[in-house]
């Protein structure tokens, strides 16, 4: 009995010693975990916004759509500042405009274009503009200012409807069909836009040699001053619709087209409204514009449809560069 009660004091003192060290193992483990260590950056860490994703856009870029007929697919969203992410995120207003564009342009012109691209014009003053993306001018995009489009409510006073057709006017009378993208200003023995020489039978050729021929060369002695702008559309003020159409033969057949399409055919003798009688020589330019005057609801006494009376930006000056506004 005595052996077998010293043996369990034994026991026990055996565990209890078993038991602290195991106690101060613990403990020298705890005391030897550090906690993680994060180094201080160089610089401090900038709050990331959605307005750092995406590309930069020139002109005003938010979002980039692909065309493909009527249907439009989104491709980009640019980087744009915090105050135009709700016009970025404004799905609905991008598919409300190119409806109005599909309203305009039918189905045979459609096919020109393949990139749809929704800008802002506040600080460039830019509605819209076409630009070929395609050297041989056969696919264009289209570029409109939706926080202008919207300004005073969707096509206020028929602006966007104006602007729209103004942007399709160039990709009518500067596309494969009417421009030789191949051929050089020096090889050229009609009007060079830019794009390419202007084809024999086409209209900018012929509202060219018609109506600007005797005063392209003072034209091009004009630079980039304001006050020389306004002197030379001051001297041949009668032979433009608008201003803006004294910009450059381009631009003048782009506002022809538009007042062609808008207003009924006007009776008088001065150049202005020769310009626009020309297109009436041509059959199919007036089954153009009945499509778009149809669509539209022009002429009729519909009052959804915004009476267009005048153009903003039809006392302005158009701006050079590769983009056709």
Known sequence: MLLQKRLRILIIILLSLLVINTFNSCSKDDDAIEPDK??????????????TDGPTSEEGGITLYSVNGYDITKKTDYKVADNLLELQKDNQKHTEIWGLI??????????FFNEYIVITGEESG???????????????????????????GFNR???LSYTIIHEFGHVLTLNDTQVNSNKTEN?????????????????????????????????????????????????????FVTQYASTNPAEDIAESFTHFVIFDKPTGDT????????????????ELRNHIRKSLNIGTKTKSTPVIKVWKRGSTFGKKGQKRS
Do not use: M
Request: include cysteine.
């Open 187 to 239: 090889d050229c023995q009609n009007y060079f836009p830019g794009e390419g020489c202007a084809k024999e039978g086409s209209y900018i050729n012929a509202l060219f040699q018609n109506f600007w021929k005797d005063i392209h060369d003072e034209f091009q002695n004009i630079g980039d001053d304001e006050s020389e702008k306004q002197a030379f559309y001051e001297k041949y003020e009668t032979r």
């Open 38 to 51: 994060k180094e201080a950056p160089d610089k401090p860490i900038e709050d990331k916004d959605e307005s």
């Open 271 to 286: 150049y202005a409204n020769k310009k626009v009688q020309l297109f009436y020589n041509y059959p199919e330019l007036i």
């Open 102 to 111: 599909s309203k305009v342009i039918p189905n045979n012109y459609i096919t």
């Open 126 to 152: 830019i509605a819209g503009y076409v630009v070929q993306t395609t050297n041989d001018l056969t696919k264009w995009q289209i570029g409109i200012a939706i926080d202008l489009a919207y300004y005073g």
């Open 157 to 159: 006073d028929g602006e």
